[in-house]
């Protein structure tokens, strides 16, 4: 297969929008799937003053894990470039939707394991995919809180208190409204 089919290909299959493979390896022997990443972006919003910069300062590799790929973990080399903001004068490394903060994994990988956590445990979820089952607990914990923050319930102002069900369907008029 073309090595340029094959990268889209994976890139296809990787499912991360903001996101394009240019390398692909295999461990065999460790059953790890390393996948290179660079971001589609080539330029980054300035979360200070929200301008937009394509002054690049310095580029490094963060190792993430994501979801496990035929019966193989997978571990995503994300190329990720820090930028200076000629505006603001400020450095900044752009936010990646997909990207977990605070942890080296996809927030998918944390969703699922969150979810086969609620099945069993922290414990089980974490030798199902591979991860020490300390960073596996402070993953899990991170993002429940993360999910907590984000998932504000939309709260209704109080009409009416202590007024039965019935009354209220009914509407006679009798009932008191706040």
């Not at 889209?8 to 499912?15: K, N, Y």
């Not at 240019?22 to 460790?30: I, L, Q, V």
């Not at 080296?104 to 995919?129: I, N, P, Y």
Request: aromatic share 6%; proline share 4%.
């Amino acid at each position: 297969m073309d090595r340029d089919v094959e990268l889209a290909t994976l890139t296809s299959l990787l499912d991360l929008d903001e996101f394009e493979v240019m390398e692909s390896s295999r461990d065999r022997r460790e059953k790890v799937r390393r996948l290179t990443l660079v971001p589609k972006a080539i330029v980054g919003l300035c979360p200070h003053c929200h301008g937009v910069t394509d002054e690049r300062h310095v580029c490094h590799d963060r190792v993430i894990a994501d979801l496990p790929m035929g019966g193989q973990r997978v571990e995503l080399v994300v190329r990720l470039s820090q930028f200076h903001c000629p505006a603001c004068d400020k450095f900044f490394t752009p936010h990646f939707a997909a990207l977990a903060e605070g942890a080296h994994a996809t927030e998918r990988l944390l969703e699922r394991l969150a979810e086969l956590a609620s099945h069993s445990d922290v414990a089980t979820a974490a030798r199902f995919f591979g991860i020490p089952e300390k960073t596996a607990e402070g993953w899990y914990y991170q993002y429940l809180e993360r999910k907590r923050k984000g998932s504000a319930p939309h709260l209704q102002p109080v009409r009416s208190l202590g007024i039965d069900e019935l009354s209220l369907k009914k509407d006679t008029g009798n009932s008191a409204a706040c």
